[in-house]
């Protein structure tokens, strides 16, 4: 038992919140409702965020020896980041042209098939009509959408997106045709993972989902391991035959 104690000792731990607890970290020994992840990149391609600094981190890319039913980070091109994955370096929703509306609600209003309702102030969509292309259902309330980057975050920084100005990773943050209004749950399912390891439960959208995917990634020059380029071609191949 004294083995197992120490091994569960080792395992990143993901709160309830989304916070990936490392070992040592200010908060670890008091998170006791968590889920297990074998590496800090596991957790963050989860979805996951470290804590705040001065909080604890781990190190990118490390690897403990607990592996069993654990996720995987999927593989990536063949270099370790430059530096801790920070979401924060891509800045967020911004509000391009001032009108209150940040890019999560201008997407929305632009991928409605119907006239939206917007908040009193009129800085947020309430309700419209928007098809899940992920899933091909139709949604009418904006709560419970989350707007999905079809390239993730973290996909395109352990593949350049870390050596990028801050104007870059701005502008992919926002840029429109890498974000589609998609299920809660099928965003969280998808997490950071590209289409080797993950495609939408709609295998109609398959194909535009892999053409859309590749040409993204060819704009902003993310670099893609020879094995996973040649297994996009291949994948892209099949299921757009």
């Given at each position: 038992?004294?083995?197992?104690?120490?091994?569960?000792?080792?395992?990143?731990?993901?709160?309830?919140?989304?916070?990936?607890?490392?070992?040592?970290?200010?908060?670890?020994?008091?998170?006791?409702?968590?889920?297990?992840?074998?590496?800090?990149?596991?957790?963050?391609?989860?979805?996951?965020?470290?804590?705040?600094?001065?909080?604890?981190?781990?190190?990118?890319?490390?690897?403990?020896?607990?592996?069993?039913?654990?996720?995987?980070?999927?593989?990536?091109?063949?270099?370790?980041?430059?530096?801790?994955?920070?979401?924060?370096?891509?800045?967020?929703?911004?509000?391009?042209?001032?009108?209150?509306?940040?890019?999560?609600?201008?997407?929305?209003?632009?991928?409605?098939?119907?006239?939206?309702?917007?908040?009193?102030?009129?800085?947020?969509?309430?309700?419209?009509?928007?098809?899940?292309?992920?899933?091909?259902?139709?949604?009418?309330?904006?709560?419970?959408?989350?707007?999905d980057h079809l390239v993730p975050l973290y996909y395109a920084w352990?593949?350049?997106?870390?050596?990028?100005?801050?104007?870059?990773?701005?502008?992919?943050?926002?840029?429109?045709?890498n974000l589609f209004v998609v299920e809660a749950f099928v965003n969280?399912?998808?997490?950071?993972?590209?289409?080797?390891?993950?495609?939408?439960?709609?295998?109609?959208?398959?194909?535009?989902?892999?053409?859309?995917?590749?040409?993204?990634?060819?704009?902003?020059?993310?670099?893609?391991?020879?094995?996973?380029?040649?297994?996009?071609?291949?994948?892209?191949?099949?299921?757009?035959?």
């Open positions: 038992m004294a083995g197992s104690a120490n091994a569960a000792e080792q395992l990143i731990k993901k709160s309830k919140s989304g916070i990936c607890h490392c070992p040592g970290g200010h908060y670890y020994a008091r998170t006791s409702n968590y889920t297990a992840f074998d590496s800090i990149d596991a957790c963050l391609a989860s979805g996951g965020r470290h804590p705040k600094r001065g909080q604890g981190q781990c190190s990118a890319s490390q690897r403990h020896d607990s592996t069993a039913g654990k996720t995987q980070p999927q593989s990536h091109a063949n270099r370790p980041p430059s530096r801790l994955y920070d979401r924060d370096v891509f800045g967020g929703w911004a509000d391009a042209d001032g009108d209150c509306q940040n890019t999560r609600h201008e997407r929305l209003i632009d991928l409605s098939r119907a006239p939206v309702r917007l908040s009193k102030n009129g800085c947020r969509v309430i309700q419209g009509q928007w098809e899940d292309p992920y899933t091909g259902m139709t949604h009418t309330h904006a709560h419970g959408l989350h707007i352990i593949r350049g997106a870390d050596r990028w100005e801050p104007e870059k990773q701005r502008r992919f943050m926002n840029d429109s045709a969280q399912d998808k997490g950071a993972k590209g289409p080797l390891a993950w495609l939408p439960p709609d295998a109609q959208f398959h194909c535009e989902y892999l053409l859309r995917f590749m040409r993204i990634t060819a704009r902003y020059d993310l670099h893609h391991s020879p094995r996973e380029q040649t297994g996009l071609e291949q994948l892209t191949a099949e299921k757009c035959d």
